[in-house]
Structures are given as structure tokens and as C-alpha cells.
């Protein structure tokens, strides 16, 4: 006799029931209990998410009442998300509302504030009060001290449960009345922010409703479960904003940070989801993979808050863990950022329907039970910080006075970072340091140390002593050696070296000139009005900007491929000379045009009136005519999203350089003619045809420009011949309990290697020093050619700067080179190992694509 189950949903819980195959009766039931499985998600309404051991307030909204359904019958969008909010902030008087910021497709950042009346009568004095005591000032009256959570949802827009859940808590903490909530909101601030990434959000609810049925098809293969690249998770420009918690380099971020550090929130919740057949997941993590600069007691907290979600969640039935997976290394995730900000940052993560309800190895998992999870452990976060209270809040004001003792040993010190040629960069990393409310100053005067020379202006100076230098250690430090080897994103990230930028610790602080409060890009101009020509060095970071408004006005400009100097100053590979006779603009305009874009992109521009100079001579044959680029980027299936994103940001908001982003499934109908750059991201592959046209198209003339894996791919097809180095570290001694940690092992997750380089080769122009910092998180090896012009960047011997790789991997990256550029018939093959634009704030390495596409002809 055969034994089949059939799952249903009822009240959270999975029951199974045993039918005989044999009975007709068991098709009966089947049909029956599909027919609740199919229609019950229409037919949950609040009581199924909502506590019923308190009363609600009938003049506050429900979400239903506002947005047309129950929650969990569609997938909220934003603007409904949106309005609801804005109804229930007029109708409360615990709620405030305000919009921090905008993304960039134009969408409103929420931020709620909710708590008691009382409170919020003295909201600033509260504030100010909670940031005093981290200043390390005695606390007067410990007990009296509201403790502050905020809690943020759906950060990756196709994980919508949490922003759903966000409706309910709102409505709770707006409508319940009992002696338990106004305690808890006469002891808690509330900041909620129920969508952390409007835009994605959008873009995922949008897809979920229009392929959802009538009758719900928990079928996997339905195209319900299966977005169009670039689905819903990411930010407009495709950037996953869960790593942009340190970086900032993003208008959510940045509202959402400005708002972090005017608070200090004890406690961050950061709610996800992950694939369909797991359960729950809450913090801690894994406990090895913690970073070495968060306390001990940040975990223990952590743990003890958990214990709240354990409760709650045994009460509804719901599956979870905790401690096996994830980690808290990384500083740029949301739920590791306040850890080095004497917060305690918690990651919840539930199992994703990925639309109205999925098969699952649990059996069938409907969107309303994930938003039961979420709103579940919204309340037992706030359950745990009303019950915490005291020893949460004495843990950051510990945090601080802590830090401030560690600052005070250190009051003579201070680290310097610059570059003397190009304030731009330097600007962009004190840029980050600003939102992080690290404090800097301008250097007294110029000065060398460690051989590195730091110019005003162009430099800035960073004391120690200050409440915030565990976050500056943080952002500053390099790190080789691990517990671990194994990390959930990458292992390092100091910034000047992402920047690439001269920079130095433990200088002494009399090199202090006067803090920075008003921070401003410096100004660019032209020098005078010339007759002859303009000369611009290339180093600017924003230097190629100018040079494609320049092209694009028809403008001709030459670049120097030698060294020169005049009238007193030395100029370097690179520069830029735009000769005033013979141009479409006359003398008078060009000088006008000129100045108006050196004011716009803060560039020095000078003058000259002769062409000769000691070295090559302007009209000489060293300077080489360039020529607009009209750029593709190809983009849709097979290639990495993130990756085209960044330089779709890239382009479009550092450069103003318009870009098509062509989409792989129209490559057979373009005509690529249109194109003289093509650019292909981190890709498996491309289709037949779509290959042979590439390739014909490149051996035409044009420049093929491609990353990370694409060049396994580009090898294969023949568009380059190079020699790949194979690793193949064999497993010895190793459980099968261990195999997936030791194959995990070998992966580079994320480091920076330092590189020499040839900076006479276009492929470098801009680079004042002979090494660079280079990001890595592949394991394509290059070997160096045998012709050593041919490798214009190389690994040193002893490549680890910063970040964890494995011996193995680390012995096969010596001496390779991360960069090839070789001919195929009249084109270029241009390959990066690794991306240069590594989430929008790896500043350093962006110049070398500028320097592939505009120096293309000189390769």
C-alpha cells in the first residue's frame, strides 16, 4: 500500500495529511484542499498577522482600508506603501513622518518616527541626551533613557516580506493600546523605515502582480518565481545597496546614514530573505567570522536578543537557526555597520516565495506565512530592547568611553592621505569620512613622509583622537591574517587604497592645519587666454570628463605620449593639448567654453603661447589626435548585473558619458557600426551568432573591453590568445563534514593585491606612482607575456595588501598581470581580470577603462 502527503496551510502551520492512491476519495481531498491552498492566501485578513491580547484604536487606518487589499494578497507597491504611511502618521499622534531623501528614480525615502506622545514632545532633547552620553559624558539617570531601534526593510527590493511586514508594525505600534505598548513606547524611539530600496521594490512588485493567477500556481517553474534581469534586488542602477552602508556612494544610503548618525540607534534590525527552501534565519552569526574590532559583548547582546526571536517564533510554529550561516565581518552591510558603532546590527533572513506562494522543501510556503516571520521578530526585537534596555544602552555608552580612552593614547597621532595631483580623488574619500562624521583638517603646509609627499590642498589630516576612531581603524586598516578563511562578502576594503591615494599612519599631529567643516571640490579655471594652446594633465580625476564634452563639441585635442616641460612645469604622459588655431569654436569661444568646463569639473586648465618646450615640442608626432568613442555596454542575460550597473553609474553619473546599454538578446538585429567600444561585464557566455558578429565587428577595428570571467569565454572563441594559470589544490585530510569550508577556502572573496606598472603605456596615464592597489575577487590568472612592454600592469612577488586569499592562490596571482591588451586583425582586445569599478566607490582603478576607451588607438 502506497502512502502520498498532501500539505496545507492553517494558521502558520504545515499539516500533513496520509491519502491511500488507490481511493478516489484521495482525488476528492486533493482537489478540495488545492481549492484551499489556491484561495486562503485571499483570504487572510489582519487577525491572522496581528497579536490579539490587546485592543486597537478604530480611528487609526488598517493597510486595507488604504491600500485596497489585505496585506500579503498582492505585494505592496511603493506608492501604496507610501500613502498608507503618510494616512497614518495624519491619524496618530505617536507617528511622525519625513522624507530623508530621494532615489534616484525619483521615489521618497520614509522615515517614521514612532513613540509615545510624551516623547515625542521632546523628541530633541531625548535625541541630543542619547547622542550626549556617547560623547562620554556621564549618564545622570541611566533609567529614564528611551533606548532607540531602528528598523529597516526589504534593502533588496525581490525581498519584499519585510516591507510588507512594515505595514502591520506600523499599524501596531499606532493602533494597539494596552499597558504593554504605551511602556514599550514611553521606552523605545521607533525609527522605521519601511522600504530601504523604493526603487527595486517597485520593480519586484510589479513583476510578482502581473504574473500572478487568479488561482495561485505554487508550481516553481512558473514565470511568477522567475524575474527578468535585472530583477528587483537592486538599487536603479543596479547596485546591491547592502554593501553601501560604508561606502555611501548612493542617494539612499546617504539619506539613510545622515539619519544613522544622528541618532546612534542601540539596535538595527535589517530584514531579508533568502532561497525558498530554507526557514529563518536571526543573528548571530557565524561566531568565527566576526570582525576582530567588534566587542565581545556586541555578540553576547546579540545572542540574548536572539533568544527573544527564539521565543516568538516557537509560539507561531516557525522553523529557524542561527549561528551557522552569515557573518558580521564586512562593515558595509546593514547589519554589521552599527556593530563599529557601538549599535548591535541584527540580519533576519525568511525564506522567500519570490511571489504569492512556492513549493518548498518545507511544503508550500505562501507570502502571507513570510510576512508573519518578519512582523514576528519586528516585535520581538522590540520586546527584546524594552526588556534590555539598560544593558543595551550601557553597552554603547561602554563603547564610547572606551574608544575615547583608545583615542586618547593615541592624541599625537593622526593619518594623512592625498594625492598631490589630483584633489578630486582626495576629495571623494574625505567626502565618505564627512558622512561618517570623522573629523579632518587641511595640513599646516606641504610636507614628505615615507617618501610620499602631501601638498595643500590637496591633502587632508585625519587625528585619532576623536570619538569615532574605531570606524576610522575600520575604514583605514589593512588586514592579512584571519580566524577564518571563509567570508560571507569581501575581506578588505581600506579605503585609501581603493582610492589608490598616498596616504600614511601615525604622523604626527602638528601637521594639523584647520578642520574642515565646509567641505568643497576645488576650484578648476584656465590660467589666462592663449592664442597658441591649453594644456591639461590627465591625473584630475575628473579629467575625463572634460575630455568627452570636448570631443563631443568636435573640439580637437591631442594627447602626449612622452614627458615635457614649459614654462617652469613638468607634464606628464597624458596630458591633454588643445590647440586653439584651426578648432570650430575662434579663439574668444574656445577660451570661454574651456573655462566654463574647467569651473564645472574643478580642473586646472593652462595656458601657453608657444610650442616649444624642454622635451617633445607641441607640434611633435608624440602628440596623438584622439577621437570620440561612441560606446556600448552590453547588458540582459548572462551578464552580471552589478557589474554593469557600476559602469552604467560610472558613465552616467561621474563622466556625464552617454552609453548604450545594449541588451545581449539584440545584439543580431544592431548594427554594431554604430559602435567603436564595446564593453562586456563579468559573462558566461554568448550565443553563436552573437559571438561571430562581436568578433567580425572587433576585427574591424573596434575595441572590445571585458571582464573578470568573459575572458575564459573571449579565449575559447579566439578573440585572444593568452596562458591561463590552473590551480588545483587537492583535498587531503579533509571530512566530508569539511568539504564545502575547504572548497570555500580557495575562493577570493574579496582583496586587494598591489600592482607595478609601466606608466609610459596609455593603458596608465594619470598614475603618478609606479604601483597601484587593485581589487580582486576572481581566480582568472593571467601569466605575463613573454614581450615585457606587453604587461603594462603586473603583480608584485608579494602581492597581498589587504584581505584574505589562500597560499595556494596567492603562489599561482605572483607575477601574473591583471590586464592584456592585444590585437585581433585591426581591433583591440582590452581584458580586466577584475572589476575596476568595484561598487561605485573603488575610485583608484576607474581611470584604466577611461584609459581603454579614449587612449584606444595607442594601445
Known amino acids: 500500500m502506497i502512502f502520498k502527503s498532501v500539505a496545507f496551510l492553517c494558521s502558520g502551520f504545515f499539516i500533513f495529511i496520509n491519502l491511500k492512491q488507490n481511493t478516489m476519495i484521495r482525488l476528492s481531498l486533493i482537489c478540495l484542499l488545492s481549492s484551499f491552498i489556491m484561495t486562503s492566501q485571499n483570504t487572510v485578513d489582519a487577525s491572522y498577522y496581528l497579536p490579539q491580547d490587546v485592543s486597537y484604536n478604530k480611528n487609526i487606518p488598517t493597510p486595507e482600508s488604504i491600500i485596497g487589499h489585505q496585506v500579503g494578497e498582492w505585494h505592496v507597491t511603493h506608492d501604496k506603501l507610501v500613502q498608507y504611511m503618510h494616512e497614518l502618521a495624519k491619524a496618530s499622534d505617536r507617528i511622525s513622518i519625513e522624507i530623508t531623501g530621494k532615489t534616484f528614480e525619483d521615489r521618497p525615502l520614509l522615515l517614521l518616527t514612532i513613540t509615545s506622545k510624551s516623547n515625542h514632545n521632546n523628541l530633541d532633547n531625548i535625541r541630543n541626551n542619547h547622542i550626549a552620553a556617547t560623547n562620554g559624558n556621564n549618564v545622570k539617570d541611566i533609567n529614564s533613557m528611551p533606548i532607540v531601534v531602528y528598523q529597516g526593510f526589504s534593502i533588496h527590493g525581490n525581498e519584499p516580506s519585510g516591507s510588507n511586514a512594515a505595514l502591520l508594525l506600523a499599524y501596531y505600534l499606532a493602533a494597539a493600546e494596552s499597558d504593554y505598548i504605551n511602556n514599550l513606547l514611553n521606552q523605545t524611539i521607533i525609527l522605521l523605515d519601511p522600504s530601504f530600496n523604493p526603487d527595486g521594490l517597485q520593480r519586484f512588485s510589479y513583476w510578482a502582480n502581473t504574473n500572478k493567477s487568479i488561482h495561485l500556481n505554487p508550481d516553481p517553474n512558473d514565470r511568477e518565481y522567475h524575474e527578468v534581469w535585472p530583477g528587483g534586488r537592486t538599487n536603479h542602477y543596479w547596485f546591491d545597496m547592502n554593501r553601501d552602508w560604508l561606502p555611501v556612494q548612493l542617494p539612499e544610503s546617504r539619506a539613510r546614514i545622515t539619519t544613522y548618525h544622528n541618532w546612534l540607534p542601540n539596535i538595527l534590525t535589517d530584514h531579508h530573505e533568502m532561497g525558498t527552501n530554507a526557514t529563518f534565519f536571526f ?19 546579540t545572542k540574548h536578543i536572539g533568544d527573544f526571536h527564539a521565543k516568538a517564533l516557537n509560539k507561531i510554529g516557525s522553523l529557524y537557526y542561527t549561528q551557522e550561516s552569515f557573518d558580521d565581518f564586512y562593515y558595509g552591510k546593514g547589519s554589521t555597520f552599527p556593530d563599529i558603532n557601538g549599535g548591535i546590527g541584527i540580519l533576519f533572513e525568511q525564506a522567500s516565495s519570490r511571489g504569492h506562494i512556492q513549493e518548498s522543501d518545507n511544503g ?26 539598560i544593558d543595551i544602552l550601557k553597552y554603547q555608552h561602554h563603547f564610547y568611553k572606551n574608544a575615547l580612552l583608545e583615542a586618547n593614547k593615541e592624541s599625537n597621532k593622526a593619518i594623512v592621505f592625498g594625492d598631490e595631483k589630483d584633489a ?7 567626502d565618505i569620512l564627512k558622512r561618517h562624521n570623522i573629523k579632518f583638517h587641511e595640513i599646516k603646509n606641504d610636507f614628505t613622509v615615507d ?6 590642498g590637496y591633502s587632508y589630516i585625519v587625528p585619532k583622537n576623536q570619538k569615532n576612531i574605531r570606524l576610522i581603524n575600520a575604514m583605514f586598516e589593512k588586514r592579512t591574517t584571519f580566524q577564518d578563511s571563509l567570508f560571507y562578502d569581501i575581506s578588505a576594503w581600506s579605503f585609501p587604497l581603493a582610492f589608490n591615494l598616498d596616504y600614511s599612519e601615525n604622523v604626527s599631529t602638528t601637521y594639523l592645519g584647520d578642520e574642515v567643516v565646509n567641505l568643497k571640490l576645488k576650484n578648476g579655471s ?7 594652446a591649453y594644456l ?41 593639448m588643445i590647440p586653439v588655431q584651426n578648432q570650430k569654436l575662434n579663439t574668444s569661444n574656445l577660451y570661454n567654453y574651456l573655462s566654463e568646463l574647467a569651473t564645472e569639473s574643478h580642473i586646472p586648465i593652462d595656458a601657453v603661447n608657444t610650442g616649444l618646450t624642454e622635451g617633445i615640442d607641441l607640434g611633435s608626432q608624440n602628440f596623438k589626435t584622439l577621437n570620440k568613442p561612441n560606446i556600448a555596454l552590453l547588458v540582459g542575460d548572462n551578464i552580471t ?16 558619458i552617454t552609453v548604450t546599454k545594449l541588451d545581449t538578446k539584440s545584439i543580431e538585429s544592431a548594427n554594431l557600426n554604430r559602435y567603436n567600444v564595446i564593453i562586456i561585464p563579468n559573462s558566461r557566455a554568448l550565443n553563436q551568432s552573437n559571438t561571430q558578429k562581436l568578433k567580425e565587428w572587433t576585427k574591424n577595428g573596434g575595441t572590445l573591453i571585458a571582464y573578470r570571467n568573459t575572458i575564459k569565454w573571449l579565449k575559447e572563441k579566439e578573440f585572444i590568445k593568452l596562458e591561463l594559470v590552473e590551480t588545483n589544490v587537492p583535498a587531503k585530510n579533509i571530512t566530508f563534514e569539511q568539504k564545502s569550508d575547504f572548497k570555500g577556502a580557495q575562493e577570493i572573496g574579496g582583496a586587494i593585491f598591489e600592482a607595478k606598472i609601466d606608466r609610459s603605456h596609455p593603458i596608465n596615464f594619470g598614475y603618478k606612482n609606479d604601483k597601484i592597489s587593485v581589487f580582486r575577487n576572481t581566480r582568472v590568472f593571467i601569466k605575463k607575456d613573454s614581450i615585457s612592454y606587453n604587461n603594462p600592469i603586473q603583480y608584485t612577488k608579494n602581492p597581498l595588501l589587504s584581505g584574505y586569499i589562500s597560499k595556494p592562490n596567492l603562489e599561482a596571482l605572483s607575477e601574473t598581470v591583471p590586464l592584456q591588451i592585444k590585437k585581433l586583425s585591426k581591433g583591440n582586445v582590452v581584458v580586466f581580470t577584475d572589476n575596476t569599478n568595484f561598487r561605485g566607490f573603488w575610485y583608484g582603478t576607474n581611470k584604466l577603462l577611461m584609459n581603454a576607451i579614449f587612449f584606444r588607438e595607442e594601445f
Not at 578630486?424 to 574625505?430: D, E, G, P
Not at 575630455?547 to 606628464?572: E, W
Not at 548585473?641 to 556625464?656: M, P, R, V
Request: aromatic fraction near 14%.
Open 641 to 656: 548585473s552589478y557589474d554593469a550597473g557600476e559602469i552604467w553609474h560610472l558613465f552616467d553619473t561621474q563622466y556625464n
Open 424 to 430: 578630486a580623488r582626495t576629495y571623494h574619500l574625505a
Open 536 to 576: 591639461m594633465e590627465w591625473h584630475e580625476y575628473y579629467s575625463p570628463k572634460i575630455l568627452n564634452q570636448l570631443l563631443n563639441k568636435d573640439i580637437r585635442v591631442k594627447v602626449a605620449l612622452k614627458q615635457f616641460s614649459i614654462n617652469g612645469k613638468d607634464y606628464d604622459y597624458g596630458t591633454l
Open 526 to 532: 584656465v590660467s589666462a587666454a592663449s592664442n597658441y
Open 364 to 389: 508550500l510556503l505562501t507570502f502571507p506565512f513570510t510576512i508573519k516571520n518578519q512582523f514576528t521578530t519586528a516585535l520581538s526585537t522590540l520586546e527584546a530592547a524594552k526588556e534590555m534596555r
Open 283 to 301: 543573528q548571530p552569526g557565524i561566531p568565527s567570522r566576526t570582525h576582530p574590532l567588534t566587542p565581545k559583548l556586541n555578540q553576547e547582546l
Open 451 to 456: 617618501n610620499k609627499r602631501f601638498k595643500k
